[in-house]
């Protein structure tokens, strides 16, 4: 008897960022559900449950018998304290990443960052706070292509005390709305440059691209357009599919389940770049114009999961970041984390072209 009709798995628990990803667009999609349920195998979403502890699992994968697939820092965190995790694939979805400042700050280039002040988010009751670290790794970034350091800048920081998870995440009409996570806390860096504490600070994503035309603000310099990965290389890229050790231990078939509905999505998605942007958006809780300006014309050509090389030194090269800044505990081997069986198990199981 197989070790997956010996224990039957009752609940698979799913949890996604509100970014793009193709295990988002299978879970909209009912595709997710539909092939566990054939095994009688109900899913649920961890962000939306009731109980905060299970909530806070999104950032420390302490619950077992879930999937992830999102912001790699919180993946990594859990990894490197200790968590018994899986990386069983990873997504690169290029998306912008802006210094922004006023129009009148004087700032025109990176280099005129020197001396300026940065503002960036301190959440000191999150156990990650990764909104913290990919600001300092895009500022970091930016300032080494001028042959700059982080300590050339003044950093202000604006404290949160909200917690992640203090409240569910509600669906609006087919759209993950996120609660305490949200209040008092997003983008309190924006408000401290709109007042003129600080001098510049870092965004990302579709919120980014919206919120500079809105404000009107100067793009100094967007790290997620340049040519060399390492310095597009952040939380949302790449973007880590993971799942604990027991799951895949215990219901290895599932895991190949998820695989296999991550990349039916992406191929979906990929023939239908009109009907993805529309998904796309609920999943980032924007419209499709700002899907488009933040991650390209060709956003559905970049979901793809794969465990290939450029994927894995992005990783491992933010990993070695996240430690040199202490916002990890411990050094994270990427490839020792890697478990490719579910991988190759999906890629099996496709139809051969003819």
């Known amino acids: 008897m197989s070790i997956d009709a010996a224990t039957p798995l009752d609940t698979l628990w799913y949890t996604r960022c509100p970014v793009p990803t193709a295990l988002g667009i299978a879970v909209q999609q009912g595709w997710l559900e539909q092939s566990l349920g054939q095994r009688g195998v109900a899913v649920r979403s961890l962000r939306e449950s009731q109980d905060r502890a299970v909530r806070e699992s999104h950032f420390d994968h302490t619950l077992q018998n879930s999937v992830r697939h999102g912001g790699n820092i919180p993946a990594l965190w859990a990894r490197a304290a200790g968590r018994d995790t899986r990386l069983i694939g990873l997504s690169w979805a290029d998306e912008t ?120 603000l100067h793009t100094v310099i967007d790290t997620g357009i340049h040519p060399e990965p390492l310095v597009r290389a952040n939380n949302g890229t790449p973007r880590t599919l993971t799942v604990d050790a027991q799951l895949l231990d215990q219901h290895f078939d599932v895991g190949v389940d998820i695989v296999d509905q991550v990349l039916r999505a992406q191929d979906w998605a990929r023939a239908h770049p009109d009907d993805t942007r529309r998904f796309l958006a609920r999943e980032s809780n924007t419209s499709e114009y700002w899907v488009t300006a933040a991650y390209g014309q060709d956003a559905h050509q970049r979901l793809d999961t794969s465990l290939s090389a450029t994927n894995i030194a992005g990783l491992q090269d933010f990993a070695d970041f996240l430690l040199r800044w202490d916002f990890l505990p411990a050094q994270v081997d990427v490839c020792a984390w890697i478990d490719a069986r579910p991988f190759d198990a999906a890629l099996a199981r496709r139809p051969k072209a003819a």
């Open 97 to 216: 990443q802006r210094i922004l400042t006023l129009p009148g700050s004087g700032i025109r280039s990176t280099r005129d960052l020197k001396g300026r002040r940065f503002g960036l988010p301190k959440w000191v009751n999150a156990q990650i706070d990764f909104a913290r670290a990919q600001a300092i790794r895009g500022l970091e970034n930016a300032l080494r292509l001028e042959g700059l350091e982080v300590s050339d800048v003044e950093l202000i920081d604006y404290v949160i005390e909200a917690g992640q998870s203090d409240e569910p995440a509600q669906q609006v009409a087919g759209t993950n709305v996120f609660g305490g996570q949200r209040r008092g806390g997003h983008a309190a860096e924006l408000v401290g440059l709109l007042r003129g504490e600080v001098d510049a600070i870092f965004l990302k994503g579709a919120s980014a691209a919206h919120l500079a035309q809105l404000f009107g």
